[in-house]
Nanobody
Framework: QVQLQESGGDSVQSGGSLRLSCVAS????????MGWFRQAPGKERGWAAA???????SYSDSVRGRFTISQDNAKNTLYLQMNNLKPEDTAMYYC???????????????????WGQGTQVTVSS
């Protein structure tokens, strides 16, 4: 069964750090084409950080320089290190992987994508 399971969300103060984890089933995990999305209340879900089909990493402008995406292939785990958190980072964070790995898979319109259940990050000022 295809599964993605996030963890690590918490409530922190502005300027703090968190590390999110996403454990994937063997059928879902890939060295490429996995990423993190986020959805704030009243807003659409959007991409934050991702591994692309060519192995490169991509970050949205709002998180570049503060967030780092990484992987542990031996553990089938994707991470998101979040530093210098801001109140506008408050959101539900989702791990995701496309069914078909293509370049720029994380950009809309998204093709068939597998999602985790999400983990909440709350940043207070």
């Amino acid at each position: 069964q295809v599964q993605l399971q996030e963890s690590g969300g918490d409530s922190v103060q502005s300027g703090g750090s968190l590390r999110l984890s996403c454990v994937a089933s063997v059928y879902t995990y890939s060295k490429y084409c996995m990423g993190w999305f986020r959805q704030a209340p009243g807003k659409e879900r959007g991409w934050a950080a991702a591994f692309d089909s060519d192995g490169s990493t991509s970050y949205s402008d709002s998180v570049r320089g503060r967030f780092t995406i990484s992987q542990d292939n031996a553990k089938n785990t994707l991470y998101l290190q979040m530093n210098n958190l801001k109140p506008e980072d408050t959101a539900m964070y989702y791990c995701a992987a496309p069914v078909v790995c293509v370049l720029h898979w994380y950009k809309p319109p998204l093709r068939h994508t597998v999602w985790g259940q999400g983990t909440q990050v709350t940043v207070s000022s």
